[in-house]
């Protein structure tokens, strides 16, 4: 039954996004994000729904009249060439059957995520993609918060199985970078109810965030929980769901818990951080050899023969950096963190921009919370292979907009003034003088 209405439901939306391109958007990121297929048993487990979509979309947007112009910015540029680069590195791998379907799923990604800016360039649009993002993972929060409540935190928050959030280490990380978008939800909302349901979806996903267990997606919290209050509106309420979420927290878990976060300091004893070790003396020692690294899927037993420390500790790279460092050489890194750099500084652009205009304080408070975003998945990323997250390059989408939103209202209020400073004579041609001749 589940995925007979599931199909009904995104077949359904198939009519209304040949209508409007941008409901493709938000529907793609709706099944990427949350992978409701994977929630079903029969039919649908294994349907390309992400596919039907993007394609009915890529449809509608060559049909459609509506302008469609890609915001080319220092990200979006950036962006181009790394995945340029991941393709020339694809070409050259190491293991190249199974460099090129990882490339190919890379490549759909971006696709949309450039369909994503072309279509989402006004205020609504932006936070109809911002609510369907947080709505798509805070389901699994809120479903994720109360089942640790409810079992003392014995067992692990995870995802759904073969997506992108199936573990316990992916899905803490999304739930921490879904936190911030929550908060901006609450700050863009008048109704006193949908507020409410907002905090408490907040306090659910930080709640399922620690039941996953991942230690990585502690120390994103701890970071981002720091950053989160810097950059709120608000302190005194961020800082009361804070220390709530860390009472519930701290009388919730169970001691195994305690034990296992304690870990992190015996990173020397413990054989999870140095295999991970392990795994980012291949990758380094991969890049130094190989100027193009070792393309995707490189993480394999015969690179750590010739490269690791310990040959026979195989392990993923547990890491973003590292990841994109052993796949894609030194050029790959160096591009991937230009990216995250170009990102924050636009994002800091529109805030700086936008914070004392009234009309633009949405895009000043949406930036600042995809900063915190970012500072999740920096921090967690550090100890988690999400290198190709689509969260991530959502988030980028979502601050390249916004920066060419409030550039353009920041064209047509200076074009307003200069119209209203011109002197009368210059703004409308005089009648002609009767009996000139």
Request: glycine share 8%; net charge positive; with cysteine.
């Amino acid at each position: 039954m589940r995925d007979i209405v599931l199909t009904l439901v995104i077949f359904g939306t198939l009519p209304f996004i040949l209508w409007r391109p941008h409901i493709g958007v938000l529907v793609w990121t709706w099944i990427g994000f949350m992978n409701p297929h994977r929630l079903t048993w029969g039919f649908a487990y294994d349907m390309q729904f992400a596919l039907i979509v993007a394609l009915v979309t890529l449809v509608s947007v060559l049909i459609s009249r509506e302008p469609k112009k890609v915001p080319w910015t220092g990200a979006t540029i950036i962006l181009l060439f790394f995945i340029v680069w991941m393709l020339i590195t694809t070409i050259f791998s190491i293991y190249p059957v199974l460099a090129w379907p990882h490339m190919e799923k890379v490549a759909k990604i971006q696709l949309m995520i450039f369909v994503t800016l072309m279509l989402m360039q006004s205020k609504e649009r932006i936070d109809q993609l911002v609510w369907v993002m947080a709505l798509s993972i805070a389901f699994y929060g809120v479903k994720g918060g109360i089942f640790t409540i409810l079992n003392g935190g014995v067992y692990h928050v995870r995802g759904p199985e073969n997506s992108f959030i199936g573990g316990d280490n992916e899905m803490g990380l999304a739930l921490i970078m879904t936190i911030p978008l929550l908060r901006y939800m609450q700050l863009s909302t008048s109704k006193v109810w949908l507020r409410a349901g907002v905090t408490a979806a907040m306090v659910l996903t930080a709640i399922a965030a620690v039941g996953s267990q991942s230690r990585g997606a502690m120390l994103g919290i701890a970071a981002m929980g720091v950053f989160l209050w810097l950059k709120s509106r608000n302190k005194i309420f961020t800082g009361l769901i804070g220390v709530v979420a860390t009472v519930l927290i701290l009388a919730i878990m169970p001691p195994q818990w305690f034990d296992r976060m304690a870990a992190i300091q015996n990173y020397d004893t413990d054989t999870s951080p140095l295999g991970r070790i392990n795994a980012w003396y291949m990758a380094f020692n991969l890049a130094k050899d190989r100027f193009l690294g070792g393309g995707f899927d490189a993480f394999q037993p015969g690179m750590f023969a010739i490269y690791a420390p310990s040959p026979e500790d195989v392990h993923d790279s547990h890491s973003i950096y590292f990841e994109v460092l052993g796949e894609h050489g030194f050029v790959g890194l160096a591009l991937f963190l230009l990216l995250g750099l170009a990102t924050w500084r636009a994002a800091s652009w529109v805030i700086k921009r936008a914070r004392s205009d009234p009309a633009r304080r949405w895009a000043a408070d949406l930036a600042a919370m995809v900063q915190v975003s970012l500072v999740g998945y920096a921090s967690s990323g550090a100890f988690l292979g999400l290198a190709y997250f689509d969260y991530y390059y959502t988030l980028i989408a979502v601050i390249v907009l916004c920066k060419t939103v409030v550039g353009a209202t920041k064209e047509a209020h200076g074009a307003q003034s200069e119209a209203t400073r011109m002197p009368q004579a210059m703004r409308r041609p005089s009648a002609a003088t009767p009996g000139a001749g």
